[in-house]
Structures are given as C-alpha cells and as structure tokens.
C-alpha cells in the first residue's frame, strides 16, 4: 500500500465529510424557515440536555431532578417526532448524507482492535494501484449491459462439442455468476472458473461480479497473470516497494485474468500454487474468493502446469466454458 495514495485519499474523505456535513447543516436552515416549531423543538432539547449533563456533574443525591429533566427531553424528542411526520420527514432526513454508511466517510471503521481502514478507502486503493491501470470502463461492465442478443441460439454440437445453444450456455453461466454473487460469503460457495477462447465475455462478467461485490462493499483485486505474477517477483526481489503479496492474499475477490499468457518458470508456478492455495484456507475466518479467466482449456491446463496446482483448482472452483462466435468482431460487424 502506497502511504501517498493513502494520505491524499484521507484528504479527499475529509473534503467530501465535510462536505456532506455542511450541505445537512445547510439544509436543517431550509427546514427551519419552513417549519419554525422544528427550530424551537430542538433549541429547548438542546438547552435541556446541556441542563441535564450540568446536574450530573454538580448535583448531589438529586436524582428526582435529574429525572424531571430527562423525561421533559423525552416528551419533546417525542413531540419532536410527531413534527417530521407531520410534513413527511424522519430524523435520517435530517442527517448528513455520507457515501458510506460504515465509516461515515472518515475512512476507518472502529473494532475490538482499535480502528482498521474501512473497505471503501480499501477498494479506492486498489483502483488506484492496481484496477484503474488492469479494467478498461470497469463501471459500464455490469449485467445491466449484458446482453445475450450477441450469442447464437442455434446448437451445434460438432462445432462446439456441446448440444445447447451458445445463448443457452451463456444464459447459465450467467446465472451461475449470479448465484456466487447472492452466496459470496458462504464457506461452501466454489469459486469460478472461466475457459474458452477469447472475446466470449469472460472477462466482461468478471468485471459484472466486481462491480456487484464493490456495491456489496466487497473489496475487489482485478490483476491480469501476467501483471500479478511480474509484480509479486519484483517486490521480493526488492525491485518495487508495494507489497502486492499482502493485497492480493487477503482482499475479498480476486480476479485473475488471461491465466496461461504469463511467461513461465518455476518461481512463478510456486507463487500462484501460493496464490491460490492461501486463498483457499480462510484465513482468518475471512472468507476470500477467487474468479479464474482463462483462454485454456481444462485438459490444456493440465498440460501446461503442476497437477498439485489444476487439482486445487479443478476440486475448489465451479468451470464455467464459454463456446460461440467471437463477440468482439460480432460488435464491430454491427457497428
């Protein structure tokens, strides 16, 4: 983790914090030029309340008047009350209206274990270290913009290997996408694998899932292999200081793409067998999962590494095939 991205990124949270505080305060005005009774409500709750706290403080063994006090601040939180619903308002609407409900846009959320960086500021992170640099328009690839038109409906079993259509395949890994969405954080929901040639939406519906799971507040790592496995050598190495190692091992979804195009050797085998089987261990009892997007086929990837390495994958992971004409060319046929 960059320490400058870091510190510019607590910047633009306090901005936006204050931000929104400041637009809640100015609309708290607003209201009260509507409906005077609400402005004098919550001066006398304020004036009670600073009474109250001064009896606890200087007041002995005079706890009927400590009452009184309380149940006046309670009568009027109640009258209160009854003013917002009377012109369709609640309390939220009289809150600041923060990005994130979590960490109320400070960044840093409180724990048994003192205060921990909060998963937005987290994924603002890895965006900008890593995501932002890998997804090209990661925010216009959701299932809303899916669209099955682009795959044939006609089956060809001796083209394809398969008796169903290219749009019924499709159409059910889609579901199976979102059923890993729905049960991400089941220990028993397998982590997914894409295979097929490419430009057959793998990697688009990688990208539906992480835009899903950052929604979901769900932190989410996209590294292409051969990025990922250049950058986990170079850091050990010493030849770049970012500790991609610790981010790639703990975020929540991984998203490994265009497995099999990395040049290979026998650190880089080591290190993704590392990979993959520390995010299988639930660390933690963090439950972390893993999307594989590869042009390889089962059988060819068998082929091309370590069978202690296909086997984790093959026994942990849900293989999804992708089959049909290339969507790529398809689209710019179209166009």
Do not use: H
């Amino acid at each position: 983790m960059n320490t400058d991205n870091l510190k510019s990124l607590l910047i633009k949270y306090d901005q936006k914090r204050n931000t929104a505080i400041s637009n809640c305060r100015q609309k708290k005005f607003e209201l009260y030029d509507k409906i005077p009774e609400l402005e004098k409500i919550d001066n006398d709750i304020n004036t009670l309340s600073i009474q109250s706290i001064k009896s606890i403080l200087t007041t002995k063994d005079n706890k009927k008047s400590i009452t009184e006090l309380n149940k006046k601040i309670t009568e009027m939180r109640r009258k209160r009350t009854q003013i917002l619903r009377n012109n369709n308002l609640t309390d939220k609407d009289l809150e600041p209206v923060f990005d994130c409900k979590k960490c109320n846009d400070t960044g840093y959320i409180k724990t048994e274990n003192g205060n921990v960086l909060c998963n937005c500021i987290k994924q603002e992170l890895y965006n900008i270290e890593y995501n932002n640099a890998n997804i090209y328009d990661l925010k216009n690839q959701t299932f809303k913009n899916f669209k099955l038109d682009y795959y044939s409906d006609i089956a060809d079993e001796e083209r394809y290997g398969k008796a169903t259509s290219p749009k019924e395949n499709i159409a059910s890994i889609k579901n199976i996408c979102e059923e890993f969405i729905e049960n991400f954080d089941d220990p028993l929901q397998s982590n997914l694998l894409f295979c097929g040639s490419p430009g057959l939406g793998k990697t688009f519906l990688s990208s539906c899932i992480a835009n899903e799971m950052i929604l979901r507040g769900k932190t989410v790592l996209y590294q292409t292999a051969p990025v990922m496995l250049d950058n986990i050598i170079d850091y050990k190495f010493g030849k770049i200081d970012n500790n991609v190692c610790n981010a790639i091992n703990t975020v929540d979804l991984l998203i490994i793409d265009d497995l099999g195009t990395e040049t290979k050797n026998s650190l880089k085998i080591t290190e993704l067998f590392n990979i993959i089987n520390t995010r299988l261990l639930n660390q933690d009892n963090k439950i972390t999962k893993t999307i594989i997007s590869t042009n390889l086929s089962l059988q060819e990837l068998y082929d091309v590494y370590e069978e202690r390495i296909v086997s984790r994958i093959i026994g942990n992971y849900n293989a999804c095939y992708f089959f049909g004409e290339d969507i790529r060319m398809k689209k710019k046929i179209k166009v």
